[in-house]
Nanobody, 125 residues
Framework: QERLVESGGGWVQTGGSLRLSCVASGRTFSDYAMAWFRQAPGKEREFVAALNWSGSTTYYSDSVKGRFTGSRDKAKNTVYLQMNTLKPEDTAVYYC??????????????????WGQGTQVTVSS
């Protein structure tokens, strides 16, 4: 059974850093595009970052560009999201997702076939 499991969330003060991890299992995700989304209470799920199968192509939302960096270790079947200079508005549940290809719909939740259960990130002011 395919699974994506996120970890690394927690509580941090404004300006701090966290690194999220997403471990994939149950199938080979090494050729899949991977993405991070987040959802704050009362809000829709929001695109954060996406990476192609090799990690050579990355996309970021304007709200995190320059602060967040996505990467992947194919040998470990793991995708990372390094989050620096965190702000209170970054508070949300963060989800990783996988799709067979990056395509042109990489920012849409409907593009992705597999999802993790999410990890909470809380940034205090």
């Amino acid at each position: 059974q395919e699974r994506l499991v996120e970890s690394g969330g927690g509580w941090v003060q404004t300006g701090g850093s966290l690194r999220l991890s997403c471990v994939a299992s149950g199938r080979t995700f090494s050729d899949y595009a991977m993405a991070w989304f987040r959802q704050a209470p009362g809000k829709e799920r929001e695109f954060v970052a996406a990476l192609n199968w090799s990690g050579s192509t990355t996309y970021y939302s304007d709200s995190v560009k320059g602060r967040f960096t996505g990467s992947r270790d194919k040998a470990k079947n793991t995708v990372y999201l390094q989050m620096n200079t965190l702000k209170p508005e970054d508070t949300a549940v963060y989800y990783c997702a996988a799709a067979p290809w990056l395509g042109s719909s990489w920012s849409l939740p409907t593009h992705y076939d597999y999802w993790g259960q999410g990890t909470q990130v809380t940034v205090s002011s």
